[in-house]
């Protein structure tokens, strides 16, 4: 009985990986006339930061249900691996974007590269907790029917070669290991008919609120001139149909999911290009995550490029902090304060800086950029 069981749950899993997903009701583009949005970027599986952040921004309340009314938040993707709980934040995530229509709000969660990572079955950096996440009491028979599977395919692999193969004790050691309980539980449930497959297939790659393009890395030269509803169908389109993804965007170093010019290029150079891709979207700001900062809420480009991956995740060890745009103006909510994110580079974010790392714990990360932005102490008279 356990040997049927396992081979018609092995046939089922198989079946729902193999057979293609549509994702439906695609999400909007672009929104207009919204006066509140709270941005939160990379979490990488940390549920407890996730929560931290959610309740100083009053979008959830204490029992984790949207208190936000109107506004609208974006998770500017990276929501998975190195750290244990993205199922967790997936899971509220899908909640969240329920209760916050029926209250007039908006939840977007936009594809990261980790996103599209797990989707395509790059699990380089799945933690094991996330797969035992996934186990349930018919893992064991699961993960038997699918060595057994692999075996059979190797064994006819070497006959048709003239050889033979039988997998020894160590073959199995490493299989399991590569294989642990729930893995393939796991691989369903990113698959194209898996809960969080087919609604993450559903998501953006970017979105443009009022004035501020959000997006998980950035918009590279190469990409300049392609606009949102271009980049969401592409990415979408790739990520249902994988054999788009070779020399396509969503692998590419310099698409939107990757790019990290705008974090780490030199903004002298790369001023004209930001200005063309404001202009050819319509936007005064771009939103970004995917490069951690470590320190803050970081404005590059007089403001016009902000980066809000601050590393929140226990992995990185950065602080809860995120970005809140009330009326067009942006503000950090930096361990719960607001402070006003400045425009310019000089003594407005110093000042900046300066009260951010006094709301850390000393010594502040902070205090790094706060030296190299100070101007040098006049020189002591002979």
Known sequence: ??????????????????????????????????????????????????????????????????????????????????????????????????????????VHVLIGNHEAMNLYGDLRYVPPEAYEAFRTPESEQVRQAFYEREIEELRKKAEAAGSSFAADQAFRAKWEKEHPPGFFEYRFAYGPNGEYGRWLRGRNAAVKIGATLFLHGGICPKYAGMPIRTINETVRRELGDFTLLEGGIVRDSEGPLWCRELARGDEAALAGHVEEVLRSLGASRIVIGHTPTLTTVLPRFQGKVVMIDVGMSKYYGGPPACLVIENGVPWTLHRGKKLRLPADSGQGLLRYLEAAAALDPPPSPIEKLIRELRPPAPAARP
């Open 1 to 106: 009985m356990k040997r049927r069981s396992a081979i018609f749950l092995l046939c089922g899993l198989l079946l729902c990986l193999a057979v293609p997903g549509s994702p439906q009701g695609l999400p909007q583009d672009e929104w207009a006339g919204v006066r509140r949005i709270v941005a939160v970027g990379d979490l990488h599986g940390d549920y407890d930061r996730c929560i931290e952040v959610l309740r100083a921004a009053k979008i959830i309340d204490r029992s984790g249900n949207w208190s936000g009314g109107r506004a609208h938040l974006v998770q500017t993707g990276d929501i998975h691996d190195r750290g244990p709980h993205a199922r967790r934040i997936l899971d509220l995530f899908m909640k969240l974007e329920k209760q916050a229509e029926r209250a007039g709000g908006r």
